[in-house]
Protein backbone atom coordinates (compact mmCIF):
# COMPACT_ATOMS: atom_id res chain seq x y z
CA UNK A 1 0.00 0.00 0.00
CA UNK A 2 1.26 3.27 -0.95
CA UNK A 3 1.21 6.24 0.75
CA UNK A 4 -1.35 7.75 -0.58
CA UNK A 5 -3.72 4.91 -0.07
CA UNK A 6 -2.79 5.01 3.53
CA UNK A 7 -3.51 8.63 3.87
CA UNK A 8 -7.57 8.12 1.90
CA UNK A 9 -7.59 4.86 4.08
CA UNK A 10 -6.85 6.50 7.43
CA UNK A 11 -8.31 10.36 6.25
CA UNK A 12 -11.39 9.74 4.44
CA UNK A 13 -13.97 9.10 6.50
CA UNK A 14 -12.69 11.93 8.55
CA UNK A 15 -12.80 14.54 6.44
CA UNK A 16 -15.87 12.82 4.17
CA UNK A 17 -16.12 10.19 1.38
CA UNK A 18 -17.71 12.78 -0.95
CA UNK A 19 -14.50 13.59 -2.50
CA UNK A 20 -16.09 12.44 -6.40
CA UNK A 21 -19.00 14.28 -5.86
CA UNK A 22 -16.73 17.63 -5.19
CA UNK A 23 -14.81 16.52 -7.97
CA UNK A 24 -11.41 16.48 -5.81
CA UNK A 25 -11.45 12.73 -5.49
CA UNK A 26 -7.97 12.98 -7.69
CA UNK A 27 -6.62 15.37 -5.73
CA UNK A 28 -4.42 13.44 -3.36
CA UNK A 29 -1.22 13.74 -1.14
CA UNK A 30 1.66 11.67 -0.99
CA UNK A 31 3.91 12.18 1.96
CA UNK A 32 7.28 12.49 0.82
CA UNK A 33 10.05 10.05 2.18
CA UNK A 34 12.18 12.47 2.94
CA UNK A 35 12.29 16.29 4.08
CA UNK A 36 13.47 18.10 1.36
CA UNK A 37 15.23 21.06 2.63
CA UNK A 38 17.78 22.49 0.20
CA UNK A 39 17.64 26.38 1.59
CA UNK A 40 16.94 25.73 5.25
CA UNK A 41 18.68 29.39 5.89
CA UNK A 42 16.24 30.62 3.49
CA UNK A 43 13.21 28.70 4.86
CA UNK A 44 14.37 29.90 8.45
CA UNK A 45 14.43 33.70 7.44
CA UNK A 46 11.03 33.40 6.29
CA UNK A 47 9.77 31.56 9.54
CA UNK A 48 11.29 34.63 10.81
CA UNK A 49 9.71 37.29 8.97
CA UNK A 50 6.68 36.10 8.59
CA UNK A 51 5.71 35.19 12.25
CA UNK A 52 7.50 38.34 14.11
CA UNK A 53 3.58 39.48 13.82
CA UNK A 54 2.33 36.54 16.62
CA UNK A 55 5.36 38.26 18.78
CA UNK A 56 4.16 42.01 17.77
CA UNK A 57 0.27 40.45 18.92
CA UNK A 58 1.51 38.47 22.19
CA UNK A 59 3.25 41.48 23.41
CA UNK A 60 0.04 43.98 22.89
CA UNK A 61 -1.80 41.64 24.61
CA UNK A 62 0.44 41.88 27.64
CA UNK A 63 0.29 45.07 27.71
CA UNK A 64 -3.48 45.51 27.20
CA UNK A 65 -4.26 42.55 30.17
CA UNK A 66 -1.80 44.39 32.35
CA UNK A 67 -3.17 47.80 32.11
CA UNK A 68 -6.99 46.03 32.48
CA UNK A 69 -5.76 44.30 35.86
CA UNK A 70 -3.21 46.46 37.44
CA UNK A 71 -6.42 49.37 37.03
CA UNK A 72 -8.84 46.83 38.04
CA UNK A 73 -9.57 48.03 42.03
CA UNK A 74 -6.04 48.56 42.79
CA UNK A 75 -5.22 48.30 46.93
CA UNK A 76 -3.49 50.90 48.06
CA UNK A 77 -0.50 48.98 50.01
CA UNK A 78 0.28 48.07 46.27
CA UNK A 79 0.82 51.76 44.76
CA UNK A 80 4.80 51.88 44.60
CA UNK A 81 4.53 47.99 42.73
CA UNK A 82 1.65 49.63 40.78
CA UNK A 83 3.65 52.45 39.59
CA UNK A 84 6.06 50.09 38.34
CA UNK A 85 4.31 47.85 36.41
CA UNK A 86 2.26 50.95 34.79
CA UNK A 87 6.26 52.75 34.15
CA UNK A 88 6.92 49.17 32.10
CA UNK A 89 3.84 48.67 30.62
CA UNK A 90 4.29 52.37 28.63
CA UNK A 91 7.36 51.52 27.51
CA UNK A 92 6.32 48.46 26.35
CA UNK A 93 3.78 49.92 24.17
CA UNK A 94 6.11 52.43 23.22
CA UNK A 95 8.51 50.10 22.30
CA UNK A 96 6.15 47.47 19.96
CA UNK A 97 4.38 50.48 18.39
CA UNK A 98 8.17 51.12 16.75
CA UNK A 99 8.08 47.10 15.93
CA UNK A 100 4.85 47.19 14.90
CA UNK A 101 5.40 50.56 12.54
CA UNK A 102 8.37 48.79 11.12
CA UNK A 103 6.07 45.39 10.17
CA UNK A 104 3.45 47.59 8.31
CA UNK A 105 5.81 49.46 6.43
CA UNK A 106 8.11 46.15 5.49
CA UNK A 107 11.31 47.23 6.66
CA UNK A 108 13.24 44.67 8.01
CA UNK A 109 14.04 44.14 11.56
CA UNK A 110 17.36 42.67 12.90
CA UNK A 111 16.96 39.48 14.71
CA UNK A 112 19.04 40.75 17.52
CA UNK A 113 16.42 43.71 18.46
CA UNK A 114 13.54 41.11 18.12
CA UNK A 115 15.25 38.77 20.43
CA UNK A 116 15.89 41.50 23.07
CA UNK A 117 12.23 42.63 22.93
CA UNK A 118 11.16 39.17 23.93
CA UNK A 119 13.65 39.04 26.34
CA UNK A 120 12.05 42.60 27.68
CA UNK A 121 8.53 40.89 27.81
CA UNK A 122 9.58 38.15 29.76
CA UNK A 123 12.03 40.27 32.26
CA UNK A 124 8.61 42.54 32.41
CA UNK A 125 6.59 39.66 33.74
CA UNK A 126 9.52 38.83 35.94
CA UNK A 127 10.23 42.24 37.70
CA UNK A 128 6.04 42.68 38.03
CA UNK A 129 5.66 39.54 39.95
CA UNK A 130 9.24 40.64 42.12
CA UNK A 131 7.66 43.86 42.77
CA UNK A 132 4.57 42.39 44.19
CA UNK A 133 6.56 39.97 46.25
CA UNK A 134 3.61 37.39 46.49
CA UNK A 135 5.97 34.73 44.61
CA UNK A 136 4.53 31.22 43.28
CA UNK A 137 1.31 32.86 44.93
CA UNK A 138 1.33 35.56 42.09
CA UNK A 139 -0.77 35.28 39.22
CA UNK A 140 1.02 37.16 36.86
CA UNK A 141 2.92 34.43 36.06
CA UNK A 142 0.07 33.02 33.36
CA UNK A 143 1.15 35.75 30.70
CA UNK A 144 4.96 33.97 30.67
CA UNK A 145 2.45 31.23 28.12
CA UNK A 146 1.86 33.40 25.42
CA UNK A 147 4.90 35.21 25.45
CA UNK A 148 6.37 31.81 25.35
CA UNK A 149 4.91 30.36 22.68
CA UNK A 150 5.01 33.40 20.11
CA UNK A 151 8.81 32.82 20.23
CA UNK A 152 8.74 29.18 19.72
CA UNK A 153 6.77 29.82 16.90
CA UNK A 154 9.41 31.92 15.62
CA UNK A 155 12.87 31.92 16.83
CA UNK A 156 15.74 29.04 16.32
CA UNK A 157 15.28 26.07 18.19
CA UNK A 158 18.88 27.25 19.95
CA UNK A 159 17.28 30.38 20.74
CA UNK A 160 13.92 29.07 21.89
CA UNK A 161 16.04 26.83 24.43
CA UNK A 162 18.19 29.51 25.85
CA UNK A 163 14.93 31.74 26.41
CA UNK A 164 13.19 28.86 28.12
CA UNK A 165 15.82 27.84 30.15
CA UNK A 166 16.51 31.86 31.44
CA UNK A 167 12.86 32.05 31.51
CA UNK A 168 13.01 29.34 34.16
CA UNK A 169 16.14 30.39 35.82
CA UNK A 170 14.89 33.70 36.23
CA UNK A 171 11.39 32.67 37.50
CA UNK A 172 12.92 30.19 40.16
CA UNK A 173 15.02 33.20 41.97
CA UNK A 174 11.69 35.24 41.81
CA UNK A 175 9.33 32.42 42.90
CA UNK A 176 10.63 30.32 45.17
CA UNK A 177 11.17 31.74 49.02
CA UNK A 178 14.48 30.83 50.86
CA UNK A 179 12.95 27.94 52.52
CA UNK A 180 10.55 26.61 49.83
CA UNK A 181 8.47 23.60 51.29
CA UNK A 182 7.74 20.48 49.23
CA UNK A 183 4.27 21.92 48.33
CA UNK A 184 6.07 24.50 46.69
CA UNK A 185 8.32 22.92 45.10
CA UNK A 186 5.23 20.68 43.36
CA UNK A 187 3.73 23.90 41.79
CA UNK A 188 6.63 24.76 40.28
CA UNK A 189 7.66 21.73 38.81
CA UNK A 190 4.09 21.75 37.31
CA UNK A 191 4.15 25.32 36.03
CA UNK A 192 7.92 23.93 34.84
CA UNK A 193 6.57 21.40 33.23
CA UNK A 194 3.81 22.69 31.58
CA UNK A 195 5.80 26.16 29.97
CA UNK A 196 9.18 23.24 28.97
CA UNK A 197 5.85 21.52 26.90
CA UNK A 198 4.24 25.05 25.31
CA UNK A 199 7.66 25.84 23.95
CA UNK A 200 8.41 21.80 22.55
CA UNK A 201 5.08 22.41 21.13
CA UNK A 202 6.10 25.30 19.22
CA UNK A 203 9.80 24.50 18.20
CA UNK A 204 8.43 21.10 17.19
CA UNK A 205 5.53 22.72 14.80
CA UNK A 206 7.42 25.76 13.24
CA UNK A 207 10.17 22.67 12.50
CA UNK A 208 7.54 20.83 11.04
CA UNK A 209 5.95 23.57 8.94
CA UNK A 210 9.83 24.21 7.59
CA UNK A 211 9.93 21.23 6.23
CA UNK A 212 6.46 21.44 4.88
CA UNK A 213 7.37 24.40 3.25
CA UNK A 214 10.49 23.22 1.80
CA UNK A 215 8.43 20.74 -0.09
CA UNK A 216 5.25 22.81 -1.36
CA UNK A 217 8.13 24.38 -3.25
CA UNK A 218 9.80 21.06 -4.38
CA UNK A 219 9.43 19.02 -7.30
CA UNK A 220 8.15 16.15 -5.02
CA UNK A 221 4.79 17.64 -4.53
CA UNK A 222 1.88 17.37 -6.76
CA UNK A 223 1.00 20.48 -9.07
CA UNK A 224 -1.87 21.28 -7.24
CA UNK A 225 -3.84 20.55 -4.08
CA UNK A 226 -7.15 21.03 -2.35
CA UNK A 227 -8.63 22.05 0.89
CA UNK A 228 -9.26 19.05 1.73
CA UNK A 229 -6.02 17.74 0.96
CA UNK A 230 -4.64 20.44 2.79
CA UNK A 231 -6.47 19.46 5.85
CA UNK A 232 -5.56 15.94 5.35
CA UNK A 233 -1.60 17.03 5.74
CA UNK A 234 -2.34 19.40 8.73
CA UNK A 235 -3.70 16.27 10.49
CA UNK A 236 -1.31 14.33 9.30
CA UNK A 237 2.05 16.30 9.79
CA UNK A 238 0.52 18.07 13.02
CA UNK A 239 -0.84 16.02 15.67
CA UNK A 240 2.36 15.04 16.80
CA UNK A 241 2.58 18.30 18.72
CA UNK A 242 -0.94 17.13 20.68
CA UNK A 243 0.90 13.95 21.31
CA UNK A 244 4.02 15.77 23.30
CA UNK A 245 1.19 17.64 25.05
CA UNK A 246 -0.18 15.26 26.30
CA UNK A 247 2.99 13.27 27.12
CA UNK A 248 4.27 16.29 29.27
CA UNK A 249 0.77 15.85 31.42
CA UNK A 250 1.34 12.53 31.65
CA UNK A 251 4.79 12.93 33.24
CA UNK A 252 3.39 16.45 35.59
CA UNK A 253 0.61 14.40 36.90
CA UNK A 254 2.64 11.05 37.71
CA UNK A 255 5.61 12.90 39.42
CA UNK A 256 3.53 15.36 41.57
CA UNK A 257 0.92 12.73 42.48
CA UNK A 258 3.80 10.16 43.71
CA UNK A 259 5.69 13.08 45.55
CA UNK A 260 2.82 14.76 46.99
CA UNK A 261 1.03 11.06 48.17
CA UNK A 262 0.63 10.95 52.15
CA UNK A 263 -1.28 7.88 51.58
CA UNK A 264 -2.78 4.99 49.23
CA UNK A 265 -6.20 7.24 48.49
CA UNK A 266 -3.98 9.94 46.99
CA UNK A 267 -1.86 7.80 44.77
CA UNK A 268 -5.32 6.12 43.52
CA UNK A 269 -7.49 8.60 41.52
CA UNK A 270 -4.42 10.53 39.72
CA UNK A 271 -2.37 7.05 38.81
CA UNK A 272 -5.84 6.24 37.27
CA UNK A 273 -6.27 9.26 35.32
CA UNK A 274 -2.89 8.97 34.41
CA UNK A 275 -2.49 5.42 33.68
CA UNK A 276 -5.95 6.34 31.03
CA UNK A 277 -3.99 9.10 29.10
CA UNK A 278 -0.75 6.77 29.06
CA UNK A 279 -2.83 4.44 27.15
CA UNK A 280 -4.55 6.21 24.71
CA UNK A 281 -1.26 8.45 24.17
CA UNK A 282 1.25 5.27 23.86
CA UNK A 283 -1.62 3.82 20.93
CA UNK A 284 -1.50 7.26 19.12
CA UNK A 285 2.15 8.07 19.09
CA UNK A 286 2.74 4.29 17.98
CA UNK A 287 0.55 4.61 14.95
CA UNK A 288 2.35 8.36 14.46
CA UNK A 289 5.81 6.37 14.14
CA UNK A 290 5.14 3.60 12.19
CA UNK A 291 3.36 6.40 9.75
CA UNK A 292 -0.37 5.60 10.57
CA UNK A 293 -1.66 8.19 12.38
CA UNK A 294 -5.35 8.36 13.32
CA UNK A 295 -8.12 10.07 11.61
CA UNK A 296 -9.71 13.35 12.63
CA UNK A 297 -12.43 12.07 14.79
CA UNK A 298 -10.12 10.42 17.11
CA UNK A 299 -8.18 13.43 17.57
CA UNK A 300 -11.04 15.67 18.71
CA UNK A 301 -11.84 12.61 21.48
CA UNK A 302 -8.81 12.45 22.47
CA UNK A 303 -7.70 16.39 22.85
CA UNK A 304 -11.71 16.56 24.10
CA UNK A 305 -10.07 13.75 26.71
CA UNK A 306 -7.40 16.12 28.15
CA UNK A 307 -9.51 18.77 28.66
CA UNK A 308 -11.76 16.71 30.88
CA UNK A 309 -9.59 14.85 32.83
CA UNK A 310 -7.41 18.42 33.54
CA UNK A 311 -11.01 19.49 34.63
CA UNK A 312 -11.46 17.25 36.96
CA UNK A 313 -7.86 17.35 38.17
CA UNK A 314 -8.71 20.70 38.97
CA UNK A 315 -12.10 20.41 40.71
CA UNK A 316 -10.62 17.03 42.90
CA UNK A 317 -7.03 16.87 42.84
CA UNK A 318 -5.89 20.10 44.65
CA UNK A 319 -2.86 19.87 45.85
CA UNK A 320 -3.49 20.82 48.94
CA UNK A 321 -4.19 24.51 48.00
CA UNK A 322 -8.16 23.69 47.14
CA UNK A 323 -10.44 23.08 44.03
CA UNK A 324 -11.99 25.43 41.61
CA UNK A 325 -9.29 28.49 41.66
CA UNK A 326 -7.03 27.81 43.73
CA UNK A 327 -5.68 24.74 41.94
CA UNK A 328 -2.39 24.81 40.57
CA UNK A 329 -2.80 22.46 37.72
CA UNK A 330 -4.79 24.46 35.24
CA UNK A 331 -1.48 25.39 33.52
CA UNK A 332 -1.99 21.67 31.27
CA UNK A 333 -4.85 23.39 29.57
CA UNK A 334 -2.19 26.13 28.03
CA UNK A 335 0.00 23.91 25.87
CA UNK A 336 -3.45 21.30 25.02
CA UNK A 337 -5.16 24.33 23.30
CA UNK A 338 -1.73 25.28 21.39
CA UNK A 339 -1.24 21.85 20.21
CA UNK A 340 -5.01 22.05 19.31
CA UNK A 341 -4.81 25.19 17.69
CA UNK A 342 -1.97 24.42 15.78
CA UNK A 343 -3.43 21.32 13.81
CA UNK A 344 -7.21 22.09 13.21
CA UNK A 345 -8.92 25.16 11.15
CA UNK A 346 -10.00 28.13 13.01
CA UNK A 347 -13.83 27.19 13.23
CA UNK A 348 -12.95 23.82 14.85
CA UNK A 349 -10.49 25.36 17.41
CA UNK A 350 -12.65 28.18 18.54
CA UNK A 351 -15.38 25.54 19.25
CA UNK A 352 -12.68 23.69 21.17
CA UNK A 353 -11.44 26.58 23.23
CA UNK A 354 -14.90 28.00 23.85
CA UNK A 355 -15.86 24.35 25.12
CA UNK A 356 -12.64 24.48 27.41
CA UNK A 357 -12.81 27.97 28.55
CA UNK A 358 -16.31 27.20 29.68
CA UNK A 359 -15.51 24.04 31.37
CA UNK A 360 -12.96 25.26 33.22
CA UNK A 361 -15.03 28.58 34.65
CA UNK A 362 -18.00 25.86 35.41
CA UNK A 363 -15.32 24.08 37.66
CA UNK A 364 -14.16 27.17 39.07
CA UNK A 365 -17.61 28.44 40.16
CA UNK A 366 -18.75 24.76 41.35
CA UNK A 367 -15.42 24.36 43.17
CA UNK A 368 -14.33 27.79 45.11
CA UNK A 369 -16.81 29.81 43.64
CA UNK A 370 -15.02 33.92 42.91
CA UNK A 371 -15.27 34.87 47.16
CA UNK A 372 -13.78 38.27 46.20
CA UNK A 373 -11.78 40.27 43.65
CA UNK A 374 -8.51 39.35 43.81
CA UNK A 375 -10.35 35.56 42.53
CA UNK A 376 -12.06 37.53 39.81
CA UNK A 377 -9.21 39.08 38.98
CA UNK A 378 -7.21 35.72 38.58
CA UNK A 379 -9.80 33.75 36.79
CA UNK A 380 -9.77 36.80 34.22
CA UNK A 381 -6.28 36.86 33.59
CA UNK A 382 -6.14 32.95 32.85
CA UNK A 383 -9.29 33.22 30.36
CA UNK A 384 -7.50 35.93 28.52
CA UNK A 385 -4.45 33.78 28.46
CA UNK A 386 -5.34 30.65 27.55
CA UNK A 387 -7.99 32.58 24.99
CA UNK A 388 -4.58 34.38 23.72
CA UNK A 389 -2.64 30.96 23.34
CA UNK A 390 -5.45 29.40 21.34
CA UNK A 391 -5.78 32.74 19.78
CA UNK A 392 -1.81 33.07 18.57
CA UNK A 393 -2.05 29.34 17.75
CA UNK A 394 -4.93 29.18 15.04
CA UNK A 395 -3.43 32.58 13.85
CA UNK A 396 0.11 31.21 13.20
CA UNK A 397 -1.51 28.50 11.43
CA UNK A 398 -3.71 30.74 8.95
CA UNK A 399 0.05 32.27 8.06
CA UNK A 400 1.42 29.03 7.59
CA UNK A 401 -1.83 28.16 5.40
CA UNK A 402 -1.25 31.27 3.67
CA UNK A 403 2.40 30.77 3.21
CA UNK A 404 2.02 27.06 1.35
CA UNK A 405 -0.72 28.34 -0.56
CA UNK A 406 1.46 31.28 -2.14
CA UNK A 407 4.61 29.00 -2.67
CA UNK A 408 2.04 26.43 -4.41
CA UNK A 409 0.86 29.30 -6.53
CA UNK A 410 4.23 29.89 -7.65
CA UNK A 411 5.27 26.55 -8.30
CA UNK A 412 1.98 26.03 -10.24
CA UNK A 413 2.59 28.98 -12.40
CA UNK A 414 6.27 27.95 -13.04
CA UNK A 415 4.94 24.52 -14.21
CA UNK A 416 2.20 26.16 -16.15
CA UNK A 417 5.23 28.28 -18.16
CA UNK A 418 7.35 24.97 -18.56
CA UNK A 419 4.21 23.32 -20.38
CA UNK A 420 3.84 26.76 -22.63
CA UNK A 421 7.16 25.90 -23.42
CA UNK A 422 7.36 22.86 -24.41
CA UNK A 423 4.60 22.55 -26.05
CA UNK A 424 5.15 25.54 -28.03
CA UNK A 425 8.40 23.55 -29.11
Known amino acids: ?90 GLAVANFYLHAQLLMKRPVRALIVY ?77 ISLVAVAAVGATYQFIERRRHANASSTHVPARTTPLVEAREDLYYGQVVIIIARWALILAGIVVSLWSAKSIADVSVPVMLMGVLMAMNFYLHGRYLVNQPVNAKMVYLSSFADIVIVTLIVLFWTQGKGPGIHSPLFVFLYPALLSFALVFPPRITALFSAVTLLSYVGVV ?57 TDGR
Open 116 to 192: AASAVDIAVVTIIIAAFGSGLNDPLFVFYYPALLALALVFPLAVTCSFTVGLMLVYVLVGLSLRPDAAELQVLVARM
Open 365 to 421: LVGSGMPDVNAQKTLVERLITLAATAGLGTYFWRIQRNRRRVAQTAHDGLLDEVAVF
Open 1 to 90: MTSNDRMRTVYGNAYGDQDEERGIRDASYDPPTEAVDREPQKEASKDFSSGQIVILIARWLLIGAGFLITLWSPEEKYLDPIKITLIFLF
